[in-house]
């Protein structure tokens, strides 16, 4: 089964400092791979997703994530943080066999500092 | 505006009730989720449906209970025998296919006391 793990609970960067949130993955073959974000006391919203047509995907609110098959990796960016960007953030995977699920990281808490 | 409802948002209840927890979506998608939301733990399945009328077990299933008699609908019943029932618990749906990415509701918190 495949399982995600998110290096970093906490993360501060200043504003307009580049973010960057580390996801790696287990997998034996490429898997899909999802990014959410999550505000206080809502659910969580899809950023992007990897579904092996690029590996350079671009999402929503200006993040992409790069995903790399050597590294098992699909780390998340972006360029200049802004104070809206403070939220957590969720990794996910799901893999290529039979039924199985969506699995997520254990999330990472994106601080902005003015 | 398609999506997912769930309500209520926050919800109280006494050690030893059963609790039902709503969950609707307009968004015509086969599969439905829960999820239960502890700090530092992510999100864990409680139960799935892939299709009215049927549902499977997730990871932490026990104290809890589905049912899916309607394609719109799958609520969640947080019954006595779940041990620690006060968390955040989340309701989602997707198309279904492998790729397809899940639609998040805004989470109902239940306390129990």
């Known amino acids: 089964a495949q399982s995600v793990t998110q290096l970093g609970s906490h993360v501060s960067v200043s504003e307009g400092a580049l973010v960057l949130l580390r996801c790696n993955y287990s997998s034996s073959v490429p898997p899909y791979l999802f990014w959410y974000v999550q505000y206080p006391n809502q659910g969580l919203q899809l950023l992007l997703k990897y579904t092996s047509a690029a590996t350079l995907v671009k999402g929503i609110n200006g993040f992409e994530a790069e995903f790399k098959k050597s590294e098992t990796s699909f780390h998340l960016t972006k360029p200049s943080a802004h104070m809206s960007d403070a939220a957590e953030y969720f990794c996910?995977?799901?893999?290529?066999?039979?039924?199985?699920?969506?699995?997520f990281g254990t999330g990472t808490r994106l601080t902005i500092i003015p | 505006d398609g999506g997912i409802t769930q309500s209520p948002k926050y919800l109280f209840r006494k050690e030893g009730q059963n609790v039902t927890l709503s969950c609707e979506q307009n968004l015509n998608h086969d599969a439905m989720y829960w999820y239960r939301q502890d700090p530092g733990q992510g999100l864990r399945l409680i139960y799935y449906?892939?299709?009215?009328?049927?549902?499977q077990k997730g990871d932490i299933a026990e104290g809890y209970s589905v049912s899916r008699e309607k394609k719109e609908s799958f609520p969640l019943t947080v019954t006595s025998a779940q041990k620690n029932p006060t968390a955040f618990y989340l309701c989602a749906s997707s198309e279904g296919g492998r790729g397809s990415p899940l639609h998040f509701g805004n989470g109902t918190r239940l306390t129990v006391t």
């Open positions: 449906s892939q299709i009215v009328n049927d549902f």
């Open positions: 996910a995977v799901r893999g290529n066999f039979g039924n199985e699920k969506l699995t």
